[in-house]
């Protein structure tokens, strides 16, 4: 593709085509088959040729309403301009010379606009890696070895990665987990706050309590060397805890020399209306781990924190070859350039106003929608069998398979599978968001009207 072909031009709009998959899709799935390792699983098999903004053309020639930012990554908009034109300004320069080895300054400066946007005023540096998984087994080598200690603590429902030591953070089995053990030790769960799932009023302190509780006589409060949590948990059902769970845990931590690490790989770059989801209830934790949003689309990750307990680490103990590539670093910068410039945080908090407002309209027409929540452009509903709180992952599957096939790609999630998530891109305009939430909104209507 030249420049020109680069998809700028791409409008707005949802235009089918073809069936969902098309032919051309379809065609491309059977050739998979033969190539790809059926342990990779994908969602809606249809074959992307080009993106734009909240909109995916595939290779039949169909236009989607992208709902899910593959997964909460591309913040900004697919190919987004000045983010294409970093790239293939920096590609055309240099693609790598390992900052290990010869540094190079976008790197640097990726690092001081983390050091800047995250919570917190204090001294703080970065240190950068491909993938979240990578940012968040980073983030527990600095905790133990700025501590001294091993125990980490995790949660319920919580999702981390799938590499060793964070499928061991991970919670749910299947997939993640299932066969692949021996997991990492010194990994402890207790539960998380989960206003719908736990006793009716619980308060966040109170869930905090419970959790604190189980740490201080299972594990020992001085052999924590760090609490791990979502602050809005992703994978495990877009869980919000109740006001003043992350505060009381974060207050434990520095009474007990524990580090707080927040996982914002998921709820970063501004998707829940704010730089990061801690920022809501004023918490500042000691590290932060991102990915995702960070680089419009290109493969990064980070851990940030107090610079003290960064720099803990002795030099040369943290790195790797890819990791802070500088095609992905001049991608972050253009990123971030962009979230703030178009102040992406409260696009979000509009977007969210938007997608609440329709899910509240939706959960009051079907007792099936047994909980909505979310903060900003990371909203969810739980399906439910009515009148009770058993997850229903039947339903949950079929209005996400009739959202596919009308053009719209919206996601599930959640431990028990029934969980249906929002994630637009954060430019997404007011009118295809809204065609997007009727295409839902039809879809829920017409699966669970038809129980
Ligand atoms: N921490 C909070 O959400 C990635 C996983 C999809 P990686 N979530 C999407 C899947 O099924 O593999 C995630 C996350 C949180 C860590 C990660 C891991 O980030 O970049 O996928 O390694």
Not at 184 to 191: I, K, S
Not at 315 to 340: D, E, Q
Not at 432 to 443: F, H, T
Request: glycine content about 12%.
């Amino acid at each position: 593709m030249t420049r020109t072909d680069v998809p700028s031009f791409i409008a707005q709009e949802r235009r089918l085509v073809t069936e969902i998959p098309g032919p051309r899709s379809r065609a491309l799935e059977a050739r998979r088959g033969a190539a790809v390792a059926d342990g990779v699983s994908t969602s809606l098999p249809v074959y992307i040729a080009a993106g734009s903004g909240a909109v995916l053309v595939d290779v039949d020639g169909n236009a989607l309403i992208d709902l899910g930012s593959g997964i909460a990554v591309t913040g900004v908009g697919h190919a987004e301009e000045s983010v294409v034109d970093a790239v293939q300004e920096q590609v055309a320069r240099f693609s790598h010379t390992c900052f290990m080895v010869t540094p190079y300054e976008s790197y640097v400066a990726v690092c001081e606009e983390l050091n800047t946007v995250t919570p917190g005023d204090g001294a703080k540096v970065s240190a950068l890696f491909n993938s979240g998984a990578e940012a968040v087994e980073n983030a527990v080598k600095i905790a133990r070895h700025a501590t001294g200690r091993q125990a980490v603590v995790v949660f319920d429902h919580a999702y981390h990665g799938r590499t060793n030591l964070t499928m061991a953070l991970t919670a749910k089995s299947m997939p993640y987990k299932d066969g692949f053990g021996p997991f990492a030790p010194e990994v402890y769960r207790v539960p998380v706050s989960y206003p719908f799932r736990d006793p009716e009023a619980m308060s966040g302190p109170e869930a905090a309590e419970r959790a604190l509780r189980l740490i201080e006589t299972q594990v020992g409060a001085d052999n924590v060397a760090c609490v791990l949590i979502e602050p809005i948990q992703g994978e495990g059902g877009f869980v919000v805890p109740a006001p003043g769970f992350l505060a009381a845990l974060a207050s434990w931590c520095t009474a007990h020399g524990a580090l707080f690490v927040a996982d914002e790989i998921q709820t970063g770059f501004c998707r829940t209306g704010d730089w990061f989801a801690c920022q809501h209830e004023g918490v500042v934790p000691d590290l932060v781990t991102t990915a995702k949003g960070i680089a419009g689309g290109m493969p990064l990750a980070a851990v940030t924190g107090r610079a003290e307990i960064m720099n803990a680490v002795h030099v040369g103990g943290l790195g790797g070859t890819y990791g802070g590539n500088p095609v992905a670093c001049s991608a972050a910068l253009a990123a971030i350039a962009l979230m703030r410039h178009r102040d992406l945080a409260g696009a979000a908090r509009r977007i969210g106003d938007v997608v609440l407002e329709r899910l509240r309209s939706l959960q009051g027409a079907h007792d099936a929608i047994g909980d909505i929540r979310g903060r900003g452009a990371m909203c969810a509903f739980e399906l439910v069998q009515p009148g009770t709180k058993k997850a229903d992952p039947e339903a949950t599957g079929a209005i996400v398979r009739a959202c596919h096939a009308a053009g719209v790609v919206v996601l599930s999630c959640g431990t028990f599978g029934n969980v249906i998530r929002l994630l637009p891109p954060l430019v997404i305009g007011e009118e295809l968001l809204r065609e997007g939430l009727d295409v839902l909104s039809e879809a829920t209507t017409s699966i669970l009207g038809a129980r």
